[in-house]
């Protein structure tokens, strides 16, 4: 896995070993960041079930003004840290416009009032966590935000989260991408 590009454009990332945490495929996460190229440069964004923090770090290269990165996992917040140590020698000011917590997702945001503009939710997919992932956030979005979820083809999701609707599902074989957005009320 590397940074598809931004200021630490080609950089390596290190992932988790084992397979309790599964990746975002190169090509999946190129499909997001296509989708959302003109959405991300000064936005606050979550990286919730981070995992490596791939997504929160492609954002943070693209020129996020921040990123949360939420794992309950100690090792998966231990190679976020490093790969942010290791991105600070492309880009020294990607590591300070980040934030990584080793804590549960849906806690952490019962009991915080940060918001965001995009927010990345990737949780283990037989976990039964994306549907309660999608309620907990959606308050926390600014107007106009953008909520990426990825799950497998046979998770079912909701049409409206809050103010947010589903307005486009992307297939990569198994791998299901839906977009909800802020309905203009």
Known sequence: MRIITGS????????LAGDDTRPTAERVKEGIFSALQFEIEGRQVLDMFAGSGQMGL??????????????????????????????????????????VLNTDGLSYLARSSDKYDIAFLDPPYSSGLLIPALQAVHPHMNPGGVIVCESDSDTYMPEHAGLYTLSRIYSYGRVRIRLYRWENV
């Open 8 to 15: 630490a454009r080609g950089f390596r990332l290190e992932t």
């Open 58 to 99: 492609e954002a943070l290269s693209r020129g996020a003004a921040g990123c949360v990165f939420i794992d309950k996992s100690p090792d998966a917040v231990a190679v976020i840290r490093r790969n942010l140590n290791g991105m600070a020698r492309r880009d020294p000011d990607i590591p300070k416009r980040a934030q």
